[in-house]
């Protein structure tokens, strides 16, 4: 089993930027790839970020593309979501995701964190 922890959110203003963390315990955090997934007020969730244990390969969201990067610490255990230029419509609850693969993560996550909220205020 695998424990998620996000922290980070917070409410900020448009053009300011944040970073979001979250802490994986439970198995060898080695063992599998990380992601970020968001839920907007009335829609469903998406995906926004994906890396794999080695940080070897990334993937986003094209609405994310060029304004958010994904990292990961493995000393740490942890793997970070820094989130530039943010907007109105990145206003969500984020949701720290693990799976097998960075490909796996972004198709069907098999462990989910519970979230944490980020308002952008315009």
């Known amino acids: 089993q695998v424990q998620l922890v996000e922290s980070g959110g917070g409410l900020v203003q448009a053009g300011d930027s944040l970073r979001l963390s979250c802490t994986a315990s439970?198995?060898?955090?080695?063992?599998?790839?990380m992601g970020w997934f968001r839920q907007a007020p009335g829609k469903e969730r998406e995906f926004v970020a994906a890396i794999s244990w080695s940080g070897g390969r990334t993937y986003y969201a094209d609405s994310v593309k060029g304004r958010f990067t994904m990292s990961i610490e493995l000393a740490k255990s942890t793997v970070y979501l820094r989130m530039n230029s943010l907007k109105s419509e990145d206003t969500a609850v984020y949701y720290c995701?693990?799976?097998?693969?960075?490909?796996?993560?972004?198709?069907?996550?098999?462990?989910w964190g519970k979230g944490t909220l980020v308002t952008v205020s315009s």
């Open positions: 439970g198995r060898t955090f080695s063992s599998f790839a």
């Open positions: 995701a693990a799976g097998s693969s960075a490909g796996a993560v972004k198709g069907g996550p098999d462990y």
